[in-house]
């Protein structure tokens, strides 16, 4: 288990946060395995005496990484819930605001999200958070598509958001993970996969 102290001076938590960013970037550039401690430290303003006492090794580098990138993914999914919850766009808008919302959220941590992605494939926990990101962000669009569920055509409104949320999340996996999606550009993604997964909900239009 991986696991760190929060650190409580301002100093420690700033160097903290420059070895996560320091991380997240050689992730994101497929560079983080063969750059070492030494290196990290001084691409990070800081030493290799501090790294290993806020960090220790470069697992536990890696997985506070993942640990923000999920928290901070969290946090987005409840802020946007929270935005459209709050609004009276109709429900079609709703759900295609929430699926172009958290598609945006990701965009440009594609090289990031890759590399955490590889590494969930042989670690455990890794996989296990990543499995609870996706069910946390599932969940959340079944309670935007739910919200006002008579206005659904389907006529199994629940088992059509769960199966719509997966449909998302695989959308989200495959364009991030590949890079494209054939001749599809990337700027359409959001609203195509949004008009897929209402048309099967048979959300009536404004």
């Known amino acids: 288990m991986y696991n760190i102290a929060s650190p409580t001076q301002a100093r420690?938590?700033?160097?903290?946060?420059?070895?996560?960013?320091v991380a997240a970037d050689l992730l994101a550039s497929n560079q983080f395995e063969e750059t070492g401690i030494s290196q990290?430290?001084?691409?990070?303003?800081?030493?290799?005496?501090?790294?290993?006492?806020?960090?220790?090794?470069k697992d536990v580098l890696l997985y506070t990484v993942h640990e923000r990138f999920v928290e901070d993914g969290r946090a987005a999914v409840d802020k946007l819930v929270s935005e459209l919850a709050s609004s009276d766009l109709p429900l079609a808008a709703q759900i295609e605001g929430f699926i172009q919302g958290v598609i945006l959220l990701f965009r440009g941590s594609e090289?990031?999200?890759?590399?955490?992605?590889?590494?969930s494939s042989v670690?455990?926990?890794?996989?296990?958070?990543?499995?609870?990101?996706?069910?946390?962000i599932g969940q959340a669009f079944c309670r935007i598509a739910l919200a006002r569920k008579q206005e659904l055509g389907h006529p199994h409104p629940e088992q059509a958001a769960d199966l719509g949320a997966h449909l998302l999340l695989a959308g989200m996996n495959y364009f991030t993970m590949v890079g494209s999606m054939g001749v599809t550009p990337p700027e359409v993604v959001p609203g195509e996969l949004s008009r897929l997964i209402c048309s099967y909900l048979?959300?009536?239009?404004a």
Do not use: M, W
């Open 123 to 136: 670690d455990l926990q890794f996989r296990q958070r990543f499995h609870q990101l996706n069910a946390y």
């Open 202 to 205: 048979q959300v009536p239009h």
């Open 12 to 21: 420690s938590k700033k160097a903290l946060e420059r070895f996560l960013n």
């Open 111 to 119: 090289g990031l999200l890759r590399a955490l992605v590889r590494r």
């Open 40 to 57: 990290i430290a001084q691409l990070a303003e800081s030493s290799v005496g501090t790294f290993y006492r806020l960090l220790g090794d």
